[in-house]
């Protein structure tokens, strides 16, 4: 079966569940749990449900994608995403991103868990993401050749969007959140970088570093999907004086930023209404 029809196949399974033109989609990366509980719920649907929808395989992310209200706006909530280093295709990972365009929505918000190489960026820390730098071995457009998808060479001059990043910033200050901006760089992991690794990445003008959400980036800009992100600073990544870093201490950090990103990205979500 073509991806084309998996898609199809997907939509209709979603929408037989009542899931009808949802306004915005949010991507939840590590540490942002609590924020279904800011949903008014209508479903939740295990991925395991959903045919041709992968499996989250990382134990901080549940696999379940909700559908509900956060005030008047209706939304797809991704609780858990995908990786490359999980051992799935890109077009794997970014099949929700597919599904979330072809049901209807509109607006896509994204977070994750990142490494702090800028040094004035501190563990906690909320980065609105400004840009990006592709450094993962795959693409998730390659041998999509079918105008159904997009543009086959989709403009990435302004990956993520203004709108929508003015708003994130904007509701921060109401909310007295303190966000920072930054450029992201994508990296294939599952390992943490080298000291020369993390002196790589400074010079050629990264402030973050992850292992995700620039594939769904990459697709949302094909489908015009209008899209913005933030990431949670969870380890301090100072090449000249770097420490041992274990992933259950990046996932205790991401969870303490919990209560303030998915505040920040409810308040940012009811105002798309």
Do not use: W
């Not at 696999?63 to 008047?72: A, D, H, M, Q, V």
């Not at 620039?214 to 899209?227: F, H, K």
């Amino acid at each position: 079966m073509d991806y084309s029809e998996q898609i199809r196949e997907a939509v209709l399974f979603l929408k037989a569940k009542g899931i009808n033109a949802p306004k915005a989609g949010i991507v939840l990366g590590t540490g942002l749990g609590k924020f279904v509980d800011k949903i008014s719920v209508i479903e939740s649907i295990p991925y395991d449900d959903i045919p041709h929808f992968p499996v989250a395989t990382v134990e901080s992310h549940t696999g379940r994608l909700i559908y509900g209200t956060i005030g008047n706006t209706t939304l797809l909530a991704m609780q858990g995403r995908f990786h490359y280093y999980e051992g799935y295709s890109m077009q794997q990972i970014t099949f929700p991103v597919r599904i979330m365009h072809a049901l209807g929505v509109q607006y896509l918000l994204l977070s994750n868990a990142a490494g702090g190489i800028n040094l004035n960026f501190k563990k906690g820390d909320l980065v609105l993401i400004d840009d990006h730098i592709n450094l993962q071995p795959e693409n998730p457009l390659r041998g999509l050749t079918s105008p159904e998808y997009g543009p086959r060479f989709p403009d990435m001059s302004r990956p993520y969007d203004k709108r929508l990043s003015a708003l994130i910033t904007e509701k921060a200050g109401e909310l007295g959140l303190e966000i920072k901006k930054g450029v992201y760089a994508s990296v294939m992991g599952p390992n943490l970088e080298t000291r020369a690794e993390y002196r790589f990445l400074k010079i050629i003008g990264a402030d973050l570093v992850g292992m995700s959400t620039v594939p769904e980036v990459i697709v949302a800009n094909q489908s015009g999907l209008p899209c913005a992100a933030v990431s949670v600073v969870t380890d301090e990544c100072d090449y000249e004086n770097l420490k041992p870093c274990h992933i259950d201490e990046i996932i205790a950090v991401a969870n303490s930023a919990d209560a303030k990103l998915s505040t920040l990205m409810a308040a940012v979500i009811k105002q798309l209404e």
